[in-house]
């Protein structure tokens, strides 16, 4: 005898399973993938600190 309900239950319940596997494949990233982005991040961060004009350089500059 097979209860309904449950097997409706089960079906539903492995669809949402497939699809979240195929979510997972589809837009996951890797623990490399994650870390290289935040290293590039961290990289450009530095790169435009690194050009940016403080108060006192903003007031040296010649007017003109």
């Given at each position: 005898?097979?209860?309904?309900?449950?097997?409706?239950?089960?079906?539903?319940?492995?669809?949402?399973?497939?699809?979240?596997?195929?979510?997972?494949?589809r837009?996951?990233?890797?623990?490399?993938e994650?870390?290289?982005?935040?290293?590039?991040?961290?990289?450009?961060?530095?790169?435009?600190?690194?050009?940016?004009?403080?108060?006192?350089?903003?007031?040296?500059?010649?007017?003109?």
């Amino acid at each position: 005898m097979v209860n309904l309900h449950r097997a409706r239950k089960a079906r539903v319940r492995q669809a949402a399973q497939t699809a979240a596997d195929e979510n997972r494949i589809r837009f996951g990233r890797t623990k490399a993938e994650r870390q290289r982005l935040a290293d590039e991040l961290e990289r450009q961060r530095r790169h435009l600190e690194g050009h940016a004009l403080t108060e006192r350089e903003e007031h040296e500059k010649p007017r003109g």
